[in-house]
T-cell receptor
């Protein structure tokens, strides 16, 4: 079974600054995917970024990037130039590679507050 | 393209009643997943379905909960004889049938038990 741990229940950052959210996971699988999802106060679940475990290059999406350390089983999210709209709960998630679909295993989340 | 549609957004039931939650996947998606989010917690997997088949129900409580995804129509998560502990947000996600595609989530149904 897989587990995902987010050790920071809450974080805050000043607008325009950079913040890094931590995530570690435990698995015996070699092929898998990692995700960060954002859940704003509206409660929607929004995909922020995705990383394939077989890729060494870290994924980036505009102001969002990850630091994927496969040996350490670490998958942190960096948000640059933080904006007020980034205020949300952020969930790290793991998905085993399968021939068809596969469940997501989520961490407990980090509540990020961006202060003006 | 419409996203994943869940209804109702909010559902209130009294203890002992039945709750039916509906999920229409994105167009072209044939995989549906249900997750439950208890207050102040992360999402927990419940069940994974393809059309007319339950693929993985290892996260479903053994009693009172059932799910289906018929050939025609939305996926239904059914909770019989609801109890206070069933109060939660229930999220549906869908993905393409191609392997290892990201899951797209609906807005969730917030179930409150009086």
């Amino acid at each position: 079974a897989q587990t995902v741990t987010q050790s920071q229940p809450e974080m805050s950052v000043q607008e325009a600054e950079t913040v890094t959210l931590s995530c570690t996971y435990d698995t015996s699988e070699n092929n898998y995917y990692l995700f960060w999802y954002k859940q704003p106060p509206s409660r929607q679940m929004i995909l922020v970024i995705r990383q394939e475990a077989y890729k060494q290059q870290n994924a980036t999406e505009n102001r969002f990037s990850v630091n994927f350390q496969k040996a350490a089983k670490s998958f942190s999210l960096k948000i640059s130039d933080s904006q007020l709209g980034d205020t949300a709960m952020y969930f790290c998630a793991f998905m085993k590679q399968e021939t068809s679909g596969s469940r997501l295993t989520f961490g407990e989340g980090t509540q990020l507050t961006v202060n003006p | 393209n419409a996203g994943v549609m869940q209804n109702p957004r909010h559902l209130v039931r009294r203890r002992g009643q039945e709750a039916r939650l509906r999920c229409s996947p994105m167009k072209g998606h044939s995989h549906v997943y249900w997750y439950r989010q208890l207050p102040e917690e992360g999402l927990k997997f419940m069940v994974y379905l393809q059309k007319e088949n339950i693929i993985d129900e290892s996260g479903m409580p053994k009693e009172r909960f059932s799910a289906e995804f018929p050939k025609e129509g939305p996926s239904i998560l059914r909770i019989q004889q609801v109890v206070r502990g069933d109060s939660a947000a229930y999220f549906c996600a869908s993905s393409l049938s191609i392997s290892n595609q990201p899951q797209h989530f609906g807005d969730g149904t917030r179930l409150s038990i009086l």
